[in-house]
C-alpha cells in the first residue's frame, strides 16, 4: 500500500516509517525538510507545509493512506501557530484524502487533548474534554482530533486517533534531551511531594500501536473513529523516572521541591509577564500547565487499545531506559 507518514523523519514518525516498510508498504515523507535517515533506507520527501491546502495536495495524490505524525508541540508560543498547523493542517488533510478517495487516517493525538486541572488516575477514553486547556498545544490538538473523529464515515473514510503518552526512548531529541537540560541548568525542581504518578510510552510500543490501530481500521471495525490513551502496561512514578534518567545520564538527582500551587502561581506569573512583552517565541521556565503536568497524577486505562486493536506494551520500561542508554 502506498502511504504518506507526515513528519517520517521525527522521533515517533521514523519508527513507524520503518514498521510500514517492514510490512511492505511503500511510504513517503511529508514534512518542511528533507532527512539523511530518511534517504538511507530509500524514503521519498515531498517537502511542503502541512498548512498550505497545495502542499498537502501535491503529497496525498495518488496515496492510498495518511499517518498524520507531524504537529506544532510546545508549552508556549502564538495561538495562530498552532491553529494554522495544527487544526488547519488537519483540515487540509481531511480534505485532501476525501478528494484523492484515500480511505485510511491514522491521527497521532495526545492524553494533554484531557488535561485540564484535575488529576487523572487510570480514566479511559470516556473522560470528558474540558471545557478549557493551559496551553494552546492541548487546546489546538483536542479541536484537531475532534475533526478526525468527526470525519470517519465507516465506509469510505475511516480514521482513529492514538494518544501516547511522553514518549521516550532512542532517538529522542525533545523529552529526555529537555530533562536533562533543565537539570544541568539547575532550573528543574520536583513539584508536589514526588509520588505523583505518570504515563510514559517507549517508542517502539507507541509505533507498533499506530500499525496494529491501521491495521484494524476496516469497515465497521470497533476502531473507526475512536480515540485511545497509549502508554506502558503500568504509569512510572515520575520523579523517580525522572531521577533515574538523570542518574544515567551523568547529572545530580532533582532534590528540591516546590509545591504545586507555588508552582502555578510562579507558571501563571510568568505567563502573564511574557505575553505582555510579546515573548511568544520563547518558552518560560514555568507555565500553568507544566506545573499540573509536573505535580499531579496522569494515568490512563489502556484496555480499549487492547480490546479493539490487540495493543500490548511488549518493552517494558526498565528494557526500554536500558535500550535509551544502550543506544545513546
Not at 544541568?184 to 496494529?212: C, F, P, Q, W
Request: with cysteine; proline share 3%; charged share 25%.
Amino acid at each position: 500500500m502506498k502511504i504518506v507518514v507526515t513528519g517520517a523523519g521525527g522521533f515517533l514518525g521514523l519508527y513507524i516509517t520503518k514498521m510500514l516498510l517492514a510490512e511492505g508498504h511503500t511510504v513517503t515523507n511529508f514534512s518542511r525538510s528533507t532527512h539523511a535517515c530518511l534517504d538511507e533506507i530509500g524514503v521519498d520527501t515531498i517537502q511542503g507545509d502541512v498548512a498550505n491546502i497545495d502542499d498537502v495536495r501535491i503529497a496525498l495524490e495518488g496515496q492510498e493512506a495518511v499517518f498524520h505524525v507531524a504537529s506544532k508541540i510546545g508549552m508556549w508560543g502564538k495561538w495562530e501557530d498552532f491553529e494554522s498547523i495544527n487544526i488547519g493542517g488537519v483540515k487540509n488533510i481531511i480534505e485532501c484524502c476525501k478528494e484523492f478517495g484515500i480511505q485510511r487516517l491514522v491521527y497521532t493525538s495526545t492524553p494533554s487533548v484531557a488535561f485540564g486541572k484535575k488529576e487523572l488516575c487510570g480514566v479511559d477514553e470516556m473522560t470528558p474534554i474540558p471545557r478549557r486547556h493551559l496551553n494552546f498545544y492541548a487546546k489546538s490538538k483536542a479541536k484537531a482530533e475532534a475533526l478526525v473523529l468527526k470525519a470517519n464515515n465507516s465506509k469510505d473514510f475511516l480514521t482513529v486517533s492514538l494518544r501516547p503518552h511522553l514518549i521516550f526512548g532512542p532517538g529522542d531529541t525533545n523529552l529526555i534531551p529537555t530533562v536533562v537540560e533543565s537539570a544541568k541548568s539547575g532550573r528543574l525542581m520536583i513539584v508536589g511531594d514526588g509520588t505523583n504518578l505518570v504515563d510514559v510510552i517507549y517508542v517502539e510500543n507507541a509505533a507498533d500501536a499506530h500499525i496494529k490501530a491501521f491495521n484494524a481500521l476496516t469497515a465497521g471495525s470497533a476502531v473507526c473513529g475512536k480515540a485511545y490513551f497509549l502508554g506502558q502496561d503500568k504509569p512510572v512514578v515520575l520523579w523517580d523516572f525522572i531521577n533515574d534518567i538523570l542518574e544515567r545520564s551523568g547529572v545530580d538527582k532533582i532534590e528540591k521541591y516546590v509545591s504545586i500551587k507555588a508552582a502555578y502561581s510562579i507558571g501563571a506569573v510568568l505567563e502573564s509577564g511574557y505575553a505582555f512583552l510579546g515573548k511568544r517565541d520563547r518558552d518560560p521556565p514555568m507555565t500553568r500547565f507544566l506545573a499540573l503536568q509536573l505535580g499531579k497524577s496522569h494515568y490512563f486505562s489502556h484496555e480499549n487499545a487492547k480490546r479493539d486493536f490487540g495493543y500490548k506494551a511488549t518493552v517494558s520500561t526498565a528494557d526500554g531506559v536500558d535500550r535509551l542508554f544502550s543506544d545513546s
